[in-house]
């Protein structure tokens, strides 16, 4: 290790970022070892305030290069939303898919969740409807990754269901197709989203399914992107059709993940994860508790006052109102 002259890393801005996923004390302990004469490079999509405040406090002034670009995402890029009920979303997306494997079946596509549990649902709906499918989320085992990304990546599959944790570093070039099941809550997620298709050169479509509880995420995202999404053709009789084997199939698959224990086992696997990073699983807990105890008693105290407003305010116009019928009366008496 002392030989060490160059420090590359990459994902730069999530690797200094503090919050669920803080690599700090693995930085500190790597960057211990290291020999303080070497050169330190970052690379990142997006520039955040902590790269902005790590450049404006270095000992050496840095070298320092930005691509810029009037947009955040490719030319290349096809950028495309569907809106949608919240309850029909899923049936737009088995539409979706069949409508690209019909037309394309040399295609891969990609579809983002939010979670690990629907991860996990959409996996199982999506093989129920015959397509061969495979996922990717952190509550699966870091061999299991590699290998589900492995057979992706040599097109043994062509459909992966996958996590935040696929959208960031990883070099699929033959990725045709990236849906977004959730509108992302941020900018930044979406365009590493989206970033996984339409890469060195090549054309890709992204669609987002958006519902109407989405409409200012999706402004943001414009916003921050300066592209406009455009809105994807879809025959909505076609979607109709199949709604209600969709729902069916949905409620088959979440009764077989309960079965299964599914949630018992994200909660270990948490309780592992903190005991990885030093911290005590109950203190955790507990201060997680408090701190929403916190939140609820402030959330208590702001309505409190809010109602003693409204009561004074009530009880201001109803004084209001009683003089004026008092002046009324007095004026109809003299008269």
Known sequence: MSRIQFLIMDEADRLLEQGCTDFTKDLETILAILPAKR?????SATLTDTLHDLKSIAMNRPFFWESKSDTRTVEELDQRYILTPEKVKDAYLVHLIQKFTDEHDDWSIIVFVNTCKDCQILTMMMREFNFPTISLHSMMKQKQRFANLAMFKASVFKLLIATDVASRGLDIPTVQVVINHNTPGLPKIYIHRVGRTARAGRNGVSITLVTQYDIHLVQSIEAENKTKLKEYPVVEKDVLKI????NVTRRQCEIKLES???????????????????KDPDLEAKRKAELEKIRSQKKKFKQNIHETIEKQKRGQLKKKIMKRKQKKKAGQTSA
């Open 39 to 43: 050169q330190t490079l970052l690379f």
């Open 243 to 246: 709604l209600t084997q969709v």
């Open 260 to 278: 299964t224990d599914f949630d018992e086992k994200k909660e270990t696997n948490k309780r592992k994860q903190l005991i990885l990073e030093g």
